[in-house]
């Protein structure tokens, strides 16, 4: 009853311009005040060191050079995640079998995996003795560009078959079945009708996987050796304390930020104007191209590409875990002995946050997504928004954390779970409006003039047409508010001293490298347990909240 009573209300006032307008205001003051100024102020009052840059030609080149190789493996490993993630995407969301659950609970696996030991795992897994490089009689990969690549594939990865994922179980087969009705094979129908209509999730899941892999610092530096991107020099410049590095620091997130919004203005701009390259239609190779036998030789090599390239490399980590289980080191854990006093306070501070910041960049984040894919705010003002609402992907998560801890500790003292939450807020925000922008903007709008002219008010028109037809794409969206919480180290580390379990795990790793230094001897075999236990436990959430989001087996 209390409930019914609420809807009746939230239906009622949904109805009055001045309510309406005022709910979208607080949502425009929500996103200014605590996601888009923070960070962009801390880069403002650290203006005037950029001028340092200019006079050091060494430091401006080797600046100008990182930042190229930021937008170079930014762009390459975006288009390469779009073309490998898509297949397993359609897999996820097509196939009937229960075991895909399983499987798609595994492709957020190294969204999950703190970024530190994402890195460290990759490592061992290309290049120490340990991995795959036993099997050649040496280190298979060396640190740099490559293994760069190869880090930025696998964590990025996950995001584009999430966003597409969704995209394609919101999608309505409608207009396939008319194609397929017609006669045209399935591949025909695919490429001509379902993936122009998933054009807006293809932008998006592009767009995140560009940002995820600029801004990322922490398990980059892990594998990159002598290479330096953006992030990587900053923090360089920063630990070795050298002349100017605040400088650069603004400079090199400064340029980032621009050069990206631009990007992202052209893709705006432009995207809702791309076509298919190729309209043509060869009906006997595209039948072909539709039988069982090619599309089960895409699935498998999609699948085998996805477990050699992201699963395995990234929970090569975690097989110490089970000799750690037989030789007592769980019991250790168990019980809390040594290094393992604190983790699980460390365990249940992560999930909090997560849990909190995946509710409420719900609530804040879906009114954003409305007036950027409806235009409420007119063309040109929407595109703004649209364009804004990326810049806390854009910036380096270093920087990003500095910024953020300058701006909230200028005011009063604020409790540090406070300032812990306002700051993975600003950091996982736009996956959700990001993920519900693409998924509004495929919607027909003619369903919502429909109910409108039949008497249905705002509230009412989005709990009953808009919701139900991007469910899907909203449980994606929260999922990577929720994964990408969880795992985040730099950001944290920067601006409180409290310690979520990847901190925590990030510090272990660190002893391992020997990189930092700790009272009580480390092991792989705590480190491999430790990420171990993180990932069981997000793996039994997100797949407990898969299976009751899709009931009856569906998402």
Known sequence: MATSSIIKFLDSASSKSSVRYAFYLSSITFFATIILIPPILGIVLKWN????????PSLMSRATTAIYASFAIAIFVSIIDVVAGLPVAWLVARGRSRWLNVLDTFVDIPFIIPTATLGYSLLLFW??????????GGNLLSPGWLLVI????????????RVMAGAILDY????????????????????????????PSL?????????????????????????????????????????GYEGALVFVSFILIVISSLIFVTIRLLGPRLKMPIKKVWPVTERKLSGSRITNLRNALSLIAFFLLVLIPSLFVVLPAVYAIINGTLNK??????????????????????????LLNTIVGLPMAVLISRRRLGTKLSSILDVLVNIPLMVPSIALGVSLSIFWRSFAVMPEMVLLILVHLSITYPYLVRSMVAAIERLNVDFEEASRTLGGRPFTVFRTIVLPLTKYSLFAGAIMVFTRSVSETGATLAVTELKTAPVLLVGWVN???????SPIPITPLDVGLGC??????????????????????RY
């Open 127 to 136: 290049n120490r003795p340990e991995g795959i490089s036993s099997l050649f």
């Open 150 to 161: 190869l880090l930025h594939f696998a964590f990025s990865y996950p995001v584009v078959v």
């Open 511 to 517: 002893v391992l490298l020997g990189k930092a230094e």
């Open 532 to 553: 171990g236990i993180l990932i069981a436990f997000s793996f039994i959430i997100l797949l407990i909240s898969r299976l009751f989001a899709r009931g009856k087996g």
């Open 49 to 56: 060191t950029m001028a340092e840059t200019f006079t050091k």
């Open 333 to 358: 854990a168990v019980v809390g002995v040594g290094i393992w006093q604190g983790y699980w306070q460390s365990l249940i501070l992560s999930y909090s946050v997560g849990v909190v910041a995946t």
């Open 203 to 243: 932008i998006a899941s592009f767009t995140l996987a560009f940002a995820r892999s600029i801004s990322e610092t922490g398990a980059t530096l892990i594998v990159a050796g002598a290479f330096e991107n953006g992030p990587i020099l900053i923090n360089n410049l920063k630990t070795a304390q050298e002349l």
């Open 172 to 199: 309505k087969r409608e207009y396939e079945e008319a194609a397929r009705t017609l006669g045209a094979p399935p591949f025909t129908t695919d490429r001509t009708v379902t993936l122009p209509i998933l054009k």
